[in-house]
């Protein structure tokens, strides 16, 4: 093993991310952070004593580059002596069925097939090739959606049977890596245009930064990640306690006692509404929580559409979410 080897299976045993008989999934997409991911692994399995096996979603997004990603993937596969496991998808069609956004569809599919291949195969693990930098870009799109402080917590190292190894390296480890041993790599041009609010991040907020104040970015919102992290936890169990206490706050069926919310601080009701609008499959948004909150304050019988077809309206003593026909009977 080379040297950066040896760090990717140190922080994979000081994090404890992987473990003698596991089956690990890398899902490969054919981009340089998911190849040195690939090549990671295969260096450290003998070591680790763990099966590998490749997943790779194929969007149809690209046309031809699609394709071609899918190809060289496969082609890795067979090089490596792993198993490959290839879907393809109509994401434009399902993006329009579901009315969600194509990167919010093409990770609700990528995910429910990476759990599929689990069920049927063993899977034990899913790893992914997120990196420091994915994680900065990550921190700033929440603040930005102002989703609250618990979405400065980023992506997190694991979650689930989700693993993400990489996630304490940066982007140059990962390009230093496959430029020292020769490996090749497939370029999503589309990741270099600036319409969507993450690459905009990427290519015009984050540089501007870095120019300004130097490579300290990166590092500073990984510690402010872990910190948030380490504060969320407490949260979580914090406010599963509230929920004990209180079973007329039903997150789940979308129906919150108005009393009890108006008696709680103005984090702790802004912390049940978000995982009442989690409950119903909706984005969290700053703007949303604040009004919500202020219908605590109305009269009966008014609402706010929350997105997705779903409305909250207080009625009855309660915070009721549904669907406008449902909120009528």
């Not at 093993?1 to 299976?9: A, D, G, S, T």
């Given at each position: 093993?080379?040297?950066?080897?040896?760090?990717?299976?140190?922080n994979l045993r000081r994090q404890e991310l992987v473990t003698s008989g596991d089956a690990v999934l890398l899902a490969i997409s054919g981009g340089?952070?998911?190849?040195?991911?690939?090549?990671?692994?295969?260096?450290?399995?003998?070591?680790?004593?763990?099966?590998?096996?490749?997943?790779?979603?194929?969007?149809?997004?690209?046309?031809?580059?699609?394709?071609?990603?899918?190809?060289?993937?496969?082609?890795?596969?067979?090089?490596?002596?792993?198993?490959?496991?290839?879907?393809?998808?109509?994401?434009?069609?399902?993006?329009?069925?579901?009315?969600?956004?194509?990167?919010?569809?093409?990770?609700?599919?990528?995910?429910?097939?990476?759990?599929?291949?689990?069920?049927?195969?063993?899977?034990?693990?899913?790893?992914?090739?997120?990196?420091?930098?994915?994680?900065?870009?990550?921190?700033?799109?929440?603040?930005?959606?102002?989703?609250?402080?618990?979405?400065?917590?980023?992506?997190?190292?694991?979650?689930?049977?989700?693993?993400?190894?990489?996630?304490?390296?940066?982007?140059?480890?990962?390009?230093?890596?496959?430029?020292?041993?020769?490996?090749?790599?497939?370029?999503?041009?589309?990741?270099?245009?600036?319409?969507?609010?993450?690459?905009?991040?990427?290519?015009?907020?984050?540089?501007?930064?870095?120019?300004?104040?130097?490579?300290?970015?990166?590092?500073?919102?990984?510690?402010?990640?872990?910190?948030?992290?380490?504060?969320?936890?407490?949260?979580?169990?914090?406010?599963?306690?509230?929920?004990?206490?209180?079973?007329?706050?039903?997150?789940?069926?979308?129906?919150?006692?108005?009393?009890?919310?108006?008696?709680?601080?103005?984090?702790?009701?802004?912390?049940?509404?978000?995982?009442?609008?989690?409950?119903?499959?909706?984005?969290?948004?700053?703007?949303?929580?604040?009004?919500?909150?202020?219908?605590?304050?109305?009269?009966?019988?008014?609402?706010?559409?929350?997105?997705?077809?779903?409305?909250?309206?207080?009625?009855?003593?309660?915070?009721?979410?549904?669907?406008?026909?449902?909120?009528?009977?």
């Open positions: 093993m080379n040297p950066f080897e040896k760090r990717f299976l140190e340089p952070d998911s190849m040195a991911l690939l090549h990671l692994f295969i260096a450290v399995m003998p070591v680790l004593g763990c099966r590998l096996a490749i997943a790779h979603c194929n969007f149809g997004l690209r046309g031809e580059a699609s394709e071609g990603d899918e190809q060289f993937v496969l082609n890795a596969a067979r090089e490596s002596g792993l198993t490959c496991h290839v879907r393809q998808f109509d994401t434009l069609a399902e993006a329009k069925t579901s009315k969600r956004s194509i990167e919010e569809t093409a990770r609700s599919l990528r995910y429910s097939f990476f759990g599929e291949l689990c069920h049927e195969y063993g899977y034990t693990l899913v790893a992914t090739g997120h990196h420091a930098g994915d994680n900065a870009e990550t921190l700033l799109f929440n603040l930005f959606r102002g989703t609250g402080m618990t979405g400065l917590r980023g992506i997190r190292s694991v979650n689930g049977n989700i693993i993400r190894p990489l996630l304490s390296f940066s982007r140059v480890d990962v390009l230093d890596y496959l430029e020292g041993r020769s490996l090749g790599w497939r370029v999503d041009h589309t990741n270099h245009e600036t319409v969507h609010d993450r690459n905009f991040i990427r290519h015009r907020v984050i540089p501007a930064i870095e120019e300004r104040f130097g490579a300290k970015l990166s590092p500073a919102l990984q510690r402010l990640s872990e910190q948030v992290g380490e504060f969320d936890e407490f949260v979580q169990c914090h406010i599963a306690r509230l929920l004990r206490m209180h079973p007329m706050l039903d997150i789940t069926g979308g129906r919150l006692h108005v009393v009890t919310l108006q008696r709680l601080t103005t984090f702790e009701r802004k912390e049940l509404l978000k995982r009442a609008l989690m409950a119903q499959g909706v984005s969290v948004d700053g703007r949303v929580l604040k009004r919500l909150d202020d219908l605590l304050e109305r009269q009966p019988g008014r609402s706010v559409p929350v997105g997705r077809g779903i409305t909250v309206i207080k009625k009855e003593g309660f915070l009721v979410f549904g669907r406008g026909d449902e909120l009528m009977n």
